[in-house]
Nanobody, 125 residues
């Protein structure tokens, strides 16, 4: 009924780029707050970016600011995360998550109601 599906991950060299997609389906509303999170091997899950329902509010973790760009197309029910200038430390499983109510834009995993299964980003030479 409520489903998020990530895609676009893969293996890239340092300095390369990827575009991740988060496609939503089965929701009662077309508009949700979406957060992107990542979990590297042996580390805790961390917030990367978030975008408000209208797309007017966007936030980024300091480690990715200037390199990643979040956007959404509410007609397609899809949120994108453009990854540029990738570094080996970006290697992680990237998850998108939806908050159906609450704050307009959150990078706190505890605020999220639904999660995708993730897509793996590997940055290696």
């Amino acid at each position: 009924q409520l489903q998020l599906v990530e895609s676009g991950g893969g293996l890239v060299q340092p300095g390369g780029s990827l575009r991740l997609s988060c496609a939503a389906s089965g929701f009662t509303s077309d508009y949700y707050t979406i957060g992107w999170f990542r979990q590297a091997p042996g580390k805790e899950r961390e917030g990367v970016s978030c975008i408000s329902r209208s797309g007017g509010i966007r936030r980024y973790a300091g480690s990715v600011k200037g390199r990643f760009t979040i956007s959404r197309d509410n007609v397609k029910n899809t949120v994108y995360l453009q990854l540029n200038s990738l570094k080996p430390e970006d290697t992680a499983i990237f998850y998108c998550a939806a908050q159906l109510r609450g704050t307009m834009c959150s990078m706190d995993s505890s605020d999220m109601d639904y999660w995708g299964k993730g897509t793996l980003v590997t940055v290696s030479s």
